[in-house]
């Protein structure tokens, strides 16, 4: 399919932590993420609050950043981003994409971000839309 034939995806990204959750939202066709907020509710509120930004934007699919030490080895904070993915994918039926957030809240913050994590969230969808584009610029 080429990227003239390819339609307009929406996505709403998360930077998962264990006490916050930064939430930004981006598409196709702007291929450019923008911060929306920081989610501070805790159990099952906070699954709560991530369906209603989800029944509000309608996305197609989800993005989750999952951290990894500078060497890209896996520590624990890995795998509870990963199951904090599954569960999204489990409890919302959309598909969930996993990338790597490595200095994605360095990055938000060096460009002098008022909320870190939502603009975490904006730069790890950033990187998962640049993918895109280059998948398309491939197969076209």
């Known amino acids: 399919m080429s990227a003239t034939a390819r339609r307009e995806q929406s996505f709403l990204a ?4 264990q006490r916050r ?3 930004a939202s981006g598409n196709t066709v702007i291929g450019q993420a923008q911060p929306l907020r ?3 509710e805790q159990g099952s509120a906070r699954f709560d609050a991530v369906a209603a930004l989800v029944a509000l934007w309608q996305p ?5 950043g999952v951290p990894f030490h500078p060497d890209g080895a896996a520590h624990e904070q890995t795998e509870r981003a990963r199951r904090f993915a599954r569960q999204l994918r489990g409890r919302l039926r959309l598909p969930v994409h996993e990338v790597d957030e490595r200095y994605s ?3 938000a913050l060096a ?3 008022a909320d870190a994590d939502a603009s975490a969230a904006a730069v790890i969808l950033d990187q998962f839309l640049r ?9 076209a």
């Open 38 to 40: 920081t989610i501070a």
């Open 105 to 107: 809240t360095v990055e």
């Open 14 to 17: 998360f930077d998962w932590g």
């Open 111 to 113: 460009g002098g971000a």
């Open 21 to 23: 959750i930064g939430v």
């Open 60 to 64: 197609d699919a989800l993005v989750v």
């Open 131 to 139: 993918g895109l584009s280059r998948q398309s610029d491939v197969a």
